[in-house]
T-cell receptor, first 117, second 115 residues
């Protein structure tokens, strides 16, 4: 069964600091990877996704993530965080089991990011 | 319209009550999902509907009963719930389910409290 592991439960940064949130998955087949963000009191929103091609993907709000297949990782980065980035971030994976998928996203445990002004 | 709308936003119910959660989308999506998110935990898949037919039930107890009356609506009927069922119930939709290249659109959720 696929699983997703996020290394940090809670990250606290000051504005303008650089961010890297770790994500590892445990599935050997073809996977599609996502980062979702959940701002306080709001619904889950897609930040970025990787399906194929360039392993460095750029998302909204200046976020990017790099897919490293050999390390089963998909870490999220942002060069300079803002107070408004305070939220919970979820890494998620869909595996391509047998060539089909039914949208069974498996989420990591989430990382709460707190950015101090 | 790129929204998934869920009602109600908050629901408090007793263990003997019967209630329903509703989800609606008008994006032409043919796959709809129910997820359950406990506090400080990631969302967990409950049900998947594909073209109005139930395609996945993740071993969810029968006190949760999903219904997809048409391609735009998804309901979750609740009966005889337990306090541990208190959680945020998220609805999501995607264009179709047969491909992995699908983006899920999530609703804001219904925060359910069972007393």
């Amino acid at each position: 069964a696929q699983s997703v592991s996020q290394h940090n439960h809670h990250v606290i940064l000051s504005e303008a600091a650089s961010l890297e949130l770790g994500c590892n998955y445990s599935y050997g087949g073809t996977v599609n990877l996502f980062w979702y963000v959940q701002y306080p009191g709001q619904h889950l929103q897609l930040l970025l996704k990787y399906f194929s091609g360039d392993p460095l993907v750029k998302g909204i709000k200046g976020f990017e993530a790099e897919f490293i297949k050999s390390k089963f990782s998909f870490n999220l980065r942002k060069p300079s965080v803002q107070w408004s980035d305070t939220a919970e971030y979820f890494c998620a994976v869909i595996s391509n089991a047998g060539g089909t998928s039914y949208g069974k996203l498996t989420f990591g445990q989430g990382t709460i990011l707190t950015v101090h002004p | 319209d790129t929204e998934v709308t869920q009602t109600p936003k908050h629901l408090v119910m007793g263990m003997t009550n019967k209630k329903s959660l509703k989800c609606e989308q008008h994006m032409g999506h043919r796959a709809m999902y129910w997820y359950k998110q406990k506090a400080k935990k990631p969302p967990e898949l409950m049900f998947v509907y594909s073209y109005e037919k139930l395609s996945i039930n993740e071993s969810v107890p029968s006190r949760f009963s999903p219904e997809c009356p048409n391609s735009s609506l998804l309901n979750l009927h609740l009966h005889a719930l337990q306090p541990e069922d208190s959680a945020l119930y998220l609805c999501a939709s995607s264009l179709r389910t047969v491909s992995t290249n699908e983006k899920l659109f999530f609703g804001s959720g219904t925060q359910l409290s069972v007393l």
